[in-house]
């Protein structure tokens, strides 16, 4: 599900990649989210779009506007004020789409930003724009899932999606230096091969990428990852992401999965 750029803009700082004094490409921007949209479909996959709404500058990461399982969604609470208007929108599209949706109210909580879906195993990073008490919200929500709290200590990886892009339930790639100590352990312990980036894939954006069974959609720049993705045997479609990286997102802040359990692991 994706949210078209039509109003996409760095406005205001609320993260240490955004400086409202760089201007955005429209028209580049428009292209890089386009380029993603046909590759999905070039995938065989359903894409769904939310309208987007003018002001709501960053409401084209869609990633961040709701986690959800099947027809359950858990709707987001955005930490910045610059970012809670997007929760009506979001929460409308849900219910126009048959969702049970969950609002966690006084829990600040921004969805798929960090919330990772895994198998049977729900990674949720908090410390910046995610409370840690979402956790058991999402255990009570989503019982048959196994929920594990990281705690995020660096600010330029304020979500999860940008240190942490778990492949399968083997496979993890993740920035250790974004992490608590705690956290670092946590991660090599549920993961059998559990593989930290170095700063220089990090701070590329390289992680904040959608994986498809063989398919791995990232940035392009992130030479290195691919490569080592290519090793591993899959599929890297790159691509050009420079105007949305100015607002600290790329190609998963961009895309929120609607999983289907049926169609997990
Ligand atoms: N400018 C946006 C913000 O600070 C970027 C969101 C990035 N999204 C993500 N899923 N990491 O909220």
């Known amino acids: 599900m994706f949210c078209p750029p039509d ?8 993260n240490p990649w955004m400086d409202p004094s760089i201007p ?8 890089q989210w386009q380029d ?3 590759v999905c479909k070039d995938l065989s996959l359903s894409v769904d779009f939310i309208q987007p709404v003018s002001d709501l500058f960053d409401m ?7 986690f959800s399982i099947d027809k359950k969604a858990v709707v987001s609470r955005f930490r910045y004020s610059e970012r809670q ?22 829990i600040v909580y ?10 049977d195993v729900i990674l949720q990073g908090y410390g910046f724009r ?3 008490e979402i956790t058991k919200l999402l255990s009570n929500e989503f019982p048959n899932k196994k929920v594990i709290p990281l705690r995020l200590v660096d600010e330029r990886f304020f979500h999860l999606d940008i240190c942490c892009f778990p492949i ?16 670092v352990h946590t991660i090599k312990k549920y993961f059998k091969n559990a593989v930290a980036v170095s700063d220089e894939e990090a701070l590329s954006f390289a992680l904040n990428s959608v994986a498809l069974d063989h398919t791995v959609i990232t940035k392009t720049e992130a030479k290195r990852f691919s490569d080592r993705l290519s090793a591993q045997g899959f599929n890297v479609i790159e691509l050009d992401m420079s105007e949305f990286i100015k607002s600290g997102g790329a190609v998963k802040c961009l895309t929120n999965e609607l999983w289907e359990e049926n169609k997990i692991g």
């Open 168 to 183: 399968n339930r083997e496979l993890v790639y993740f920035y250790d230096k974004a992490f608590d100590q705690k956290s």
């Open 36 to 38: 993603l949209v046909d």
């Open 130 to 132: 995610s409370d840690r």
């Open 60 to 66: 084209v990461f869609a990633a961040n506007g709701f």
């Open 85 to 106: 208007g997007e929760t009506k929108f979001y929460k409308q599209w849900l219910k126009d789409n048959d969702f049970e949706v969950i609002d966690p109210k006084t």
């Open 24 to 31: 955005v490409g429209c028209n580049l921007a428009q292209k």
């Open 110 to 119: 921004e969805g798929q930003g960090d919330t990772l879906l895994v198998e």
């Open 7 to 14: 109003y996409f803009s760095v406005e205001y700082k609320i």
